[in-house]
């Protein structure tokens, strides 16, 4: 059984005085299998968004159908083992930290001694318990983004769905996320985030979903997204004069006392060495280079 089942979704605004038909999705389609960490990239705009709200029942498709576990999100049981952090989520600020996710934990009817021990576990897990009887009106952008993946997790959702969860994070912060998202996947857990940070998606992502302008560019494993071919080589090499590998024809720049050329062809890549030999120099490296997932996004959404 999949987690996630999207079958030609499609999702359709009206905007402007005239009521003019905006089509933000068009016959979407794709999977989420159990227990895998899914990416959903698209530039802003392509239906990202649009997608996950229909996915945890904040909008109604305007065709195709959508399934949690097999069950129609249409149902209210679809989002009992569910945990959803939304890009812009909307904070009671006045609440103190550990009194939201009371308030949250009491949504899906989780009993008084499992909630608090639950809430203790989840601000230990995103590193919030000194903060958790500060307002949330004191929280910073990153410890907003903390305390909102705290109450996606309090029910012991099967099911994680999280629009843009790096953002507002520095490092630090990022690499913890990038460190939870990782644990739920140990635990069995299903994980289905949007980022625009294509380096976490990169570094933790079993499958990865490329949208753009509301229809699916893209879908698959990495490996898929970024082939073997090599793109270009880097040659690493000293004692060498950058002006006379200029005027051979090879690009080349100076950087932590070595000198960088970088060439597209293996031909190239003999000629470039023979120059640096030819001037006495020594090669330190040849590293072939291959396309990497923001190429490829860039590529795609041009």
Not at 122 to 140: H, Q
Request: with cysteine.
């Amino acid at each position: 059984m999949s987690a996630i089942q999207v079958e030609n979704f499609s999702k359709e605004f009206r905007v402007g005085f005239q009521m003019r038909r905006l089509m933000a999705v068009k016959d979407l389609s794709f999977t989420v299998e159990e227990g895998e960490i899914f990416g959903f990239i698209g530039p802003n705009g392509a239906g990202k968004t649009t997608t996950l709200k229909a996915l945890v029942g904040l909008l109604s498709p305007t065709r195709g159908r959508l399934l949690i576990f097999d069950r129609d999100v249409r149902q209210a049981a679809s989002r009992q083992t569910l945990g959803f952090l939304p890009e812009e989520p909307y904070f009671y600020r006045y609440l103190k930290g550990r009194e939201f996710l009371d308030f949250c934990g009491q949504f899906f009817g989780l009993p008084f001694p499992f909630r608090r021990r639950r809430i203790e576990e989840m601000l230990d897990l995103v590193g919030m318990k000194e903060a958790a009887d500060l307002p949330l009106r004191k929280y910073s952008k990153g410890m907003l983004q903390r305390i909102g993946l705290a109450q996606a997790l309090i029910n012991d959702p099967n099911l994680v769905i999280l629009d843009e969860p790096m953002s507002g994070l520095d490092p630090v912060g990022r690499s913890q996320i990038r460190r939870i998202i990782l644990q739920l996947k140990e635990q069995g857990k299903t994980v289905l985030f949007s980022s625009h940070i294509l380096s976490d998606v990169e570094m933790i992502c079993d499958r990865v979903a490329l949208i753009v302008r509301g229809e699916l560019r893209q879908l698959g494993a990495l490996s898929s997204f970024t082939p073997g071919q090599t793109r270009r080589i880097e040659i690493a090499a000293d004692r060498v004069d950058v002006e006379r590998m200029r005027q051979a024809g090879f690009p080349a720049v100076e950087r932590d006392g070595a000198l960088f050329i970088q060439v597209e062809s293996e031909d190239s890549r003999d000629r470039a060495i023979a120059e640096v030999l030819a001037q006495k120099g020594r090669i330190l490296s040849v590293v072939p280079q291959r396309e990497s997932l923001e190429e490829v996004f860039a590529r795609e959404i041009r």
